[in-house]
């Protein structure tokens, strides 16, 4: 494989993610893409025929991470609580270390709200299955709240870390606008952690 090859198409993945993001798809064009990456758009279009196969590549790239990353976590982790704490810690991890990712989503959900569900039952029904089922066996052996809606559950944990990250300056500001962001981000985080936890135990 051509390592170049691979190193610039994830450079143009990166810099779509970021523009996608800020701009919105309709806003960005591939030649702005182009210009951030540091290379022609010839060039971007030799990795990418067009800017349509360009977004999909970056959703596949976000939906990919949940479809490897989650059944090696249930793998690793056995106890219900560590289960919990490692699933929810990564979901954390992935949208913080990289914002952009979150205010992504979050604007193709409200941008194209067809095209993203059927994304979304493509690429998350499999992962929510394997969730649920790690849920449905803590709730036979009473490990976890028999009340819970599985799927359901997961949805809201999901989509209200992804407002989190997304909305970072709306937190700052209601919440301790003279205090340090990352400070702030973290009680945030903390909070949703802890109702994510007693929602389920």
């Known amino acids: 494989m051509d390592t170049q090859r691979t190193s610039s198409a994830e450079l143009i993945c990166e810099a779509a993610t970021r523009l996608f993001a800020r701009q919105g798809f309709d806003g960005t064009s591939l ?28 959703l596949e790239n976000l939906f990919a991470h949940w479809r490897r990353t989650v059944p090696q976590l249930l793998e690793a982790v056995t106890s219900g609580h560590a289960r919990f704490e490692a699933l929810t810690n990564e979901l954390i991890r992935f949208f913080r270390e990289d914002p952009d990712r979150a205010l992504l989503l979050m604007r193709e959900l409200m941008d194209r709200p067809v095209h993203m569900r059927e994304q979304v039952i493509d690429n998350l029904r499999p992962w929510l299955r394997v969730v649920a089922e790690y849920i449905r066996t803590g709730k036979r052996i009473g490990q976890i709240r028999e009340d819970v809606d599985e799927e359901s559950y997961l949805l809201h944990v999901v989509t209200l870390t992804i407002a989190t990250l997304s909305n970072a300056t709306l937190v700052q500001a209601a919440l301790a606008p003279e205090q340090p962001p990352h400070a702030v981000e973290e009680r945030h985080l903390r909070e949703l952690r802890r109702l994510a936890k007693v929602s389920l135990f």
């Open 31 to 58: 030649q702005a893409i182009a210009a951030q990456v540091g290379i022609t758009k010839p060039t971007l279009l030799y990795h990418y025929p067009s800017k349509d196969a360009l977004r999909a590549a970056v």
